[in-house]
C-alpha cells in the first residue's frame, strides 16, 4: 500500500522520532512510505530525499532497506499560530501532496494545522484511511498558550476531534488510553504503542574518549540530562549532589537554558554545570556516553503521565543507569526490569539517589549492561514493528482481496484458454 506520514515538528524534533521509526516499520513491512515534516534548513524551499537511518539521507534508494521518501516542507510561518505547525507553505504543500499522491492510506502524528487541515480538506475526496497517533496530551497541559485559556480550549477541542475521522488511534500511554475512550472512541479502534528505543542509532561508546571528545575530565563523578523545558528542577537536584559529591560535574546537553544556568549561578555551582548548546546527531550518543549516571526528573501529573519521555530511553539504549520518578509509563518498565533507579518526588531524595550510583561503579555497571540488553531484546522499534503494521492490515488483506477478485474476473487471451484446455489431458 502507499501510505503517507504526516509530522508537525521540524524535522529531527518532538514527535518526528515517533512519525520516522513507525514509517520505517510499515516501510519494512512492504508498504511504500512518504514521510512528510518540517524543514530545519529551508523558509521557502521543499526537499525530496530518501531516509533508512536516524542519520543522513540519500537522493536516491540505494542498497537493501527499509527505505522511506522523506518531504521536508518550507518552515516559512511555521510558528505564526499557538502550537505550531501552521506554516501555509508546508500545509499547501501537504494537500497537494494528498491531492496526487493516490495514497491509501494517511497517518497523522497529532493534531496541528500542517496534519489536520490537509486531511479535513482531502478525506472526503480522495477515501483513503486515516489514521491518528496520539503521543502527548496537549490539552491536558502540553500546551499552556502563554496562559490565554481560550487558546488552550480551542486547541483541546481540535486535539480530541481529530481522532474521530480515524480508523483507529495509536497512544503512547495508558492515561492516553483512558482519555481516547472517555471522549467516545470505541475500545477496537484504540491501540496502545508505547514508545520505542532506537538501538541502532543510540549505541554505548567508550566513556573515556567521549569525555575526551567534550574536553571532560577523566576521573570526575559526571551526571548527565538532556534538555527538558527549563532544567531549573535539575539544577537543584544538582545542587544537592555536590554537597554531597563536591567533584561531581552536571553536563546539560542540548539548547542552552538561561534560567537554569542562572539559577545555578545563584546558588554558587555555576562552575560545576557544563552547557552543551545544540548538539549534531552524530555527537548526541557521545554526549550521554560521558556520564556516570543519567537523570530525568518527571512530575506528578497529567504531562509526565501521557507522554512516555523518549529520552529515558535514548539513556538506557547507551547504557547508562538512569535516576527517575516513579510517574507514568516509566514506572511500570522500571518495576518490571532491573534498568535503573526509581526515586520519590524531593529533590533531596532525587540526589540521594544520584550519590548513592556514583558511590557504586560495579551498581552502575550492572545497571547499564541491563539497560541496554532490555532495550535491544524488548523495546527496539523492530520489536514494535508487527504492532505498527498491524494497525494497517485489515485495510491491506482489504486491498489485497479487492485486487484477487479483479483478477479473477479479467477476460484470458486465448491462447491462456488454449494452454488451459490443453493441460487438462487427453
Avoid at 63 to 84: K, N, Q
Avoid at 241 to 268: I, K, T
Amino acid at each position: 500500500m502507499r501510505i503517507l506520514a504526516l509530522n508537525f515538528n521540524q524535522k529531527g524534533v518532538g514527535s518526528f522520532r515517533r512519525s520516522f521509526y513507525f514509517s520505517r516499520e510499515l516501510a519494512r513491512a512492504g508498504h511504500e512510505v512518504t514521510l512528510v515534516t518540517v524543514s530545519r534548513a529551508s523558509r521557502f524551499r521543499r526537499s525530496v530525499l530518501f531516509k533508512r537511518d536516524w542519520i543522513d539521507e540519500a537522493t536516491e534508494p540505494r542498497g537493501s532497506g527499509p527505505w522511506i521518501r522523506l518531504i521536508e516542507g518550507p518552515a516559512w510561518g511555521y510558528r505564526m499560530l499557538p502550537g505550531w505547525g501552521s506554516g501555509p507553505l508546508d500545509i499547501w504543500g501537504r494537500i497537494r501532496e494528498l491531492e496526487v499522491g493516490n495514497y491509501d492510506a494517511v497517518f497523522g502524528f497529532e493534531h496541528h494545522p500542517n496534519v489536520s487541515w490537509p486531511v479535513y480538506l482531502t478525506q472526503w475526496r480522495k477515501r483513503y484511511a486515516f489514521f491518528s497517533d496520539w503521543c502527548d496530551w496537549f490539552g491536558g497541559c502540553g500546551n499552556q498558550f502563554r496562559g490565554w485559556r481560550i487558546a488552550h480550549r480551542i486547541d483541546s477541542y481540535l486535539e480530541e476531534r481529530i481522532r474521530f475521522y480515524a480508523e483507529r488511534v495509536s497512544v503512547t500511554s495508558k492515561t492516553l488510553l483512558a482519555r481516547a475512550l472517555a471522549i467516545g472512541i470505541p475500545r477496537e479502534k484504540v491501540i496502545h504503542v508505547p514508545e520505542g528505543a532506537a538501538t541502532d542509532y543510540i549505541t554505548p561508546f567508550d566513556q573515556s574518549d567521549a569525555r575526551r571528545q567534550f574536553r571532560l575530565p577523566q576521573k570526575a563523578p559526571i551526571v548527565v540530562a538532556v534538555r527538558n523545558g527549563d532544567m531549573c528542577r535539575h539544577v537543584r537536584i544538582f545542587r544537592e549532589v555536590v554537597r554531597q559529591v563536591p567533584e561531581a560535574l552536571f553536563l546539560m546537553v542540548g539548547r542552552e537554558s538561561r534560567p537554569a544556568l542562572d539559577l545555578a549561578e545563584h546558588l554558587g555551582i555555576a562552575d560545576r554545570v557544563k552547557s552543551t548548546g545544540w548538539v549534531s546527531d552524530e555527537a548526541y550518543p557521545r554526549c550521554l556516553a560521558c556520564s556516570d549516571v543519567c537523570f530525568y526528573p518527571l512530575e506528578e501529573g497529567q504531562r509526565d503521565s501521557a507522554r512516555w519521555p523518549a529520552k529515558i530511553l535514548d539513556y538506557l539504549a547507551a547504557g547508562r543507569p538512569v535516576v527517575t520518578n516513579s510517574v507514568g509509563e516509566v514506572e511500570g518498565l522500571f518495576r518490571q526490569r532491573e534498568v535503573g533507579v526509581l526515586t520519590p518526588q524531593p529533590d533531596e531524595e532525587f540526589a540521594e539517589a544520584i550519590v548513592a550510583l556514583l558511590r557504586e561503579p560495579e551498581r552502575r555497571r550492572f545497571l547499564g549492561g541491563q539497560a541496554r540488553k532490555v532495550m535491544v531484546e524488548e523495546w527496539d522499534w523492530r520489536v514494535r514493528g508487527a504492532q505498527i503494521a498491524g494497525l494497517v492490515a485489515p485495510l491491506a488483506r482489504k486491498a489485497e482481496e479487492i485486487i484477487g477478485e479483479s483478477h479473477m474476473h479479467e477476460p484470458r487471451s486465448p491462447d491462456l484458454k488454449r494452454a488451459s484446455t490443453d493441460d487438462c489431458g487427453p
